[in-house]
């Protein structure tokens, strides 16, 4: 039996969704591996827990997410709001790959991974910069909107400039952008335009890949075929996306000061509560790998508002530990 979660208006799409939300990355792959039981499980019990916000990519283990969300979907009558992505399958990755056929294409794949005539949502996958303001790349993206292929578009972006390019455009329904106790550039500019558009936001990496988890130390080790061993350069991705851009040996010791600040409130709920509170924010979508942490998450749903005490002393640690390394740079 599903519990009642706080529900909030996900900007043009007409949809109600949980405030927290599964990011599903961990359940494709870049996490080391998850099986398939334990895939099921996660998603089962998010789905119990109430959640009704699914997000995965078209990339994530190269369909695998989408595949196992149609799989624990297909024996239930409660189906969640399912928003994938599109793009990052563009070869070679540039801006020229955008086409309406390459789009098409991509799409129509994600409908038969997710076994459905029309997708909730696709999200533009964090493409070259210059796609943000290709006027072609959004009339495809409406011209499947008026056929029945997706209901609504948004985009996925790495920077406050491709999120205020893409904001430009009247379609865009969504917005998805790292956020997180490490990483407040959104919240000067980016959030308010969102909000004064009408677009909802989905706030990406919120627990910065699990420092805020407040679980790791300076000897913390990861699979080799975990972004957190092969992506902390940047070498395969966005560094941005691991760690949130953070130096790992940083953000560790930052994210011990972010637990005391916590006090007796669980450190990962309490990062997540902390996205919430923000204004704008429509929902986080932390990933997970196994069921405790699915539940660990959720019960940010249920916390107060951070005192004003607690939201300073972030602020400040912020500053001194954290900003010079991630501010200018998205």
Not at 70 to 77: C, F, G, I, T, V
Not at 94 to 107: D, G, P, S, T, V
Not at 129 to 157: C, K, M, N, T
Not at 271 to 292: M, S
Request: glycine share 10%; proline share 5%.
């Amino acid at each position: 039996m599903s519990t009642v979660m706080e529900q909030r208006p996900l900007g043009r799409t007409g949809a109600e969704v949980g405030v927290v939300g599964l990011g599903t990355w961990q359940l494709g792959g870049d996490w080391g591996d998850v099986s398939e039981d334990d895939a099921a499980d996660v998603l089962d019990a998010a789905l119990d827990a109430g959640v009704n916000l699914l997000d995965t990519a078209d990339v994530y283990g190269d369909g695998r997410s989408e595949a196992r969300i149609r799989k624990a979907l297909a024996p239930r009558s409660d189906r969640p709001f399912v928003a994938t992505k599109a793009g990052r399958r563009a070869e070679p990755f540039e801006a020229a790959q955008y086409r309406h056929e390459n789009l098409r294409a991509w799409i129509d794949r994600s409908r038969r991974n997710l076994g459905v005539d029309t997708l909730d949502l696709v999200q533009l996958h964090c493409p070259p910069p210059a796609v943000y303001g290709d006027q072609r790349v959004y009339d495809a993206l409406d011209s499947f909107v008026e056929d029945g292929a997706i209901a609504a578009y948004g985009v996925s972006v790495e920077t406050v400039a491709e999120g205020l390019t893409a904001l430009q455009h009247p379609g865009v329904a969504t917005l998805q952008v790292i956020l997180n106790v490490f990483r407040r550039k959104p919240l000067e500019e980016l959030l308010p335009a969102a909000a004064r558009a009408g677009v909802g936001v989905l706030a990406r990496v919120p627990l910065a890949s699990g420092l805020l988890t407040g679980t790791y130390d300076e000897s913390t080790t990861f699979a080799a075929d975990d972004h957190r061993s092969f992506n902390r350069g940047g070498e395969a991705f966005d560094v941005g996306e691991t760690f949130a851009g953070v130096p790992f040996e940083v953000g560790v010791a930052a994210a011990r000061e972010v637990a005391a600040i916590a006090g007796d409130v669980e450190t990962s709920a309490f990062a997540l509560r902390w996205v919430l509170d923000q204004p704008g924010v429509t929902a986080v979508i932390p990933g997970a790998r196994n069921v405790e942490q699915v539940r660990g998450n959720v019960a940010a749903a249920g916390l107060p508002p951070l005192s004003p005490s607690q939201l300073s002393d972030l602020e400040r640690l912020y500053d001194e530990r954290i900003r010079a390394h991630v501010h200018d740079r998205w």
